[in-house]
């Protein structure tokens, strides 16, 4: 079944003030899909960008209305009225990378060509040791500059992806009481995730497009949420059902966060 996301709720910074309702993308008008067979179409990213990808390219083969062509690529001309252009982006591990490669890319003939243009950091990106007011400055900066160089172009704004909650019982209590949890599952990780994602809500929602890739990843078909609980607060998770590694997409997380896109796509005008 395709989805797409209707945001109901997006007032805070971190866990439920931001939640997502799966409703079914076949609710989507026509005329938004031919809309968007119209459109050129910039994607930078790197893993959880490729489980999206390949969730298009999936549901796309059961959907023929959804007439956009997949290709990896970073050549202008490439970039054709009907044309998902996607390539890596930066290096993970280093976000300020990643906010250069864009521009990069788009002041090197991708602004020209493109109607929409985005791209996401990955969950590697970002740890307990980050400053994320200073990363979300960086980034703030960068898409300000762009926008006024290229203003024909829409500057579409993501969410950091999650990872699931950290793992309970003895060993993640041992893990929490000894400062050695599991690495990038250590929920002190994901909550400074959560604390980027909320700049970005603050900032754009209401005012520029947002794919709030962390609410959907959060939100299971039934309207509950994946949560945990970090200093007296509460925090989005990956739903366990979307991956089988905590932080890539599986099968079933790949369409669901790839419904998700393609409905936030069709809806840009």
């Given at each position: 079944m395709l989805m797409t996301l209707l945001i109901i709720s997006c007032k805070g910074e971190t866990m439920a003030d931001s939640q997502a309702v799966l409703i079914n993308l076949n609710d989507t008008?026509?005329?938004?899909?031919?809309?968007?067979?119209?459109?050129?179409?910039?994607?930078?990213?790197?893993?959880?960008?490729?489980?999206?990808?390949?969730?298009?390219?999936?549901?796309?083969?059961?959907?023929?209305?959804?007439?956009?062509t997949i290709k990896q690529t970073v050549i202008p001309d490439d970039l054709i009225p009907g044309t998902f252009a996607h390539f890596p982006v930066g290096e993970n591990e280093k976000p300020e990378s990643k906010i250069k490669?864009?521009?990069?890319?788009?002041?090197?003939?991708?602004?020209?060509?493109?109607?929409?243009?985005?791209?996401?950091?990955?969950?590697?990106?970002?740890?307990?040791?980050?400053?994320?007011?200073?990363?979300?400055?960086?980034?703030?900066?960068?898409?300000?500059?762009?926008?006024?160089?290229?203003?024909?172009?829409?500057?579409a704004h993501m969410t950091v992806p999650l990872l699931r909650k950290e793992k309970a019982g003895i060993k993640g209590l041992i893990g929490r009481i000894t400062g050695r949890s599991g690495g990038f599952f250590d929920d002190r990780h994901n909550m400074k995730r959560n604390e980027y994602n909320g700049f970005i809500r603050r900032y754009y929602t209401g005012k520029e497009p947002v794919f709030d890739i962390a609410a959907v990843e959060s939100s299971r078909p039934d309207g509950t949420q994946a949560t945990f609980s970090f200093g007296g607060k509460k925090y989005q998770a990956l739903v366990q059902e979307y991956t089988e590694d905590g932080g890539h997409l599986n099968e079933l997380g790949k369409k669901v966060v790839a419904a998700q896109f393609l409905g936030f796509l069709a809806g840009l005008r």
């Amino acid at each position: 079944m395709l989805m797409t996301l209707l945001i109901i709720s997006c007032k805070g910074e971190t866990m439920a003030d931001s939640q997502a309702v799966l409703i079914n993308l076949n609710d989507t008008p026509p005329s938004a899909w031919e809309r968007l067979a119209k459109k050129r179409i910039l994607f930078g990213h790197q893993s959880v960008g490729d489980n999206i990808v390949e969730g298009m390219a999936d549901l796309m083969r059961d959907h023929p209305t959804i007439r956009i062509t997949i290709k990896q690529t970073v050549i202008p001309d490439d970039l054709i009225p009907g044309t998902f252009a996607h390539f890596p982006v930066g290096e993970n591990e280093k976000p300020e990378s990643k906010i250069k490669d864009f521009e990069e890319k788009i002041r090197h003939g991708m602004g020209e060509k493109a109607d929409i243009a985005l791209f996401k950091f990955c969950f590697v990106d970002i740890n307990a040791t980050t400053d994320v007011e200073g990363l979300f400055q960086s980034y703030r900066e960068t898409m300000e500059s762009l926008k006024k160089e290229y203003p024909s172009v829409i500057f579409a704004h993501m969410t950091v992806p999650l990872l699931r909650k950290e793992k309970a019982g003895i060993k993640g209590l041992i893990g929490r009481i000894t400062g050695r949890s599991g690495g990038f599952f250590d929920d002190r990780h994901n909550m400074k995730r959560n604390e980027y994602n909320g700049f970005i809500r603050r900032y754009y929602t209401g005012k520029e497009p947002v794919f709030d890739i962390a609410a959907v990843e959060s939100s299971r078909p039934d309207g509950t949420q994946a949560t945990f609980s970090f200093g007296g607060k509460k925090y989005q998770a990956l739903v366990q059902e979307y991956t089988e590694d905590g932080g890539h997409l599986n099968e079933l997380g790949k369409k669901v966060v790839a419904a998700q896109f393609l409905g936030f796509l069709a809806g840009l005008r």
